[in-house]
């Protein structure tokens, strides 16, 4: 069964055993692979139609990528560090691991999040500096007048 194929079948089974069964099902599975489902899809289920949505495009993305699920998460990682997440940064770790990351390969990754995370603070920050000091603030300043009465 191709990819579409597969996408098809999960549709048609969403229609036909229902939304809040299919939400149920998935977290059990999501813990039972994991060993904890995140809190956004905890409360993204009390919601059954958007915790399907968000599950059928993570799927569909990660499923019919060209990059090793490994890598995946590796990246997921990354990202959740960059963005200072740490239920991300900590939930993508432990499916990297499950998906045989080495401790040598997350550490290497938490390197390069930093190095670019510090990176992007850097260039933000002085492409503010150039856009608001290209002119001379001090020397535009004509001090205050006081009245003279």
């Not at 996408?7 to 998935?26: D, M, N, P």
């Not at 998906?99 to 990176?119: F, P, T, Y």
Request: some cysteine.
């Amino acid at each position: 069964m191709n990819d579409l194929e597969e996408f098809e079948h999960t549709l048609q089974k969403i229609v036909s055993c229902g939304g809040e069964e299919i939400a149920e099902a998935w977290m059990k599975d999501i813990e039972a692979e994991y060993g904890r489902a995140p809190l956004i899809f905890k409360r993204m289920a009390e919601r059954p139609e958007v915790l399907i949505s968000h599950l059928l495009y993570k799927t569909a993305v990660t499923r019919t990528s060209a990059i090793d699920p490994k890598y995946i998460e590796l990246i997921s990682m990354a990202v959740g560090s960059a963005l200072r997440c740490p239920h991300c940064t900590s939930y993508h770790m432990q499916a990297a691991v499950k998906k045989g990351a080495s401790r040598e390969e997350i550490l290497e990754v938490i390197l390069l999040a930093g190095m670019i995370s510090n990176s992007s603070v850097l260039a933000n920050a002085y492409r503010i500096f150039d856009e608001k000091m290209a002119r001379c603030i001090p020397c535009d300043n004509s001090g205050i007048e006081l009245d003279k009465h």
